[in-house]
């Protein structure tokens, strides 16, 4: 079992920069893929950037590409998602999620976490 917490939203204006983390418990962290979705009001929960369990491989939906960063700290047992550029329509929940294999990860993954609001003012 994984068990996953996010942190680090809020609300910010238009252009800014947010860093939201997501730690994970259990001595196997290394061995999970690792990833973030959100979810928008009145939309479907979406993909938005994974990354390998050592870190070598990431991958990002084209609506972040460019403006976010996902690392992870495995000896911190902690994933980050760097939002930069930050836009109104970027607003939304936004999950961590874990699963053995990435490719996965970037659908159905197996272990979310409760999720954490970032709301961007225009």
């Known amino acids: 079992q994984v068990q996953l917490v996010e942190s680090g939203g809020g609300l910010v204006q238009a252009g800014a920069s947010l860093r939201l983390s997501c730690a994970a418990s259990?001595?196997?962290?290394?061995?999970?893929?690792m990833g973030w979705f959100r979810q928008a009001p009145g939309k479907e929960r979406e993909f938005v950037a994974a990354?390998?369990?050592?870190?070598?491989?990431?991958y990002y939906a084209d609506s972040v590409k460019g403006r976010f960063t996902i690392s992870r700290d495995n000896a911190k047992n902690t994933v980050y998602l760097q939002m930069n550029s930050l836009k109104p329509e970027d607003t939304a929940v936004y999950y961590c999620?874990?699963?053995?294999?990435?490719?996965?990860?970037?659908?159905?993954?197996?272990?979310w976490g409760q999720g954490t609001q970032v709301t961007v003012s225009s």
């Open positions: 999620a874990g699963d053995p294999k990435v490719v996965i990860l970037q659908t159905t993954p197996a272990y």
């Open positions: 259990g001595r196997t962290f290394s061995s999970y893929a």
């Open positions: 990354i390998s369990g050592r870190g070598f491989s990431t």
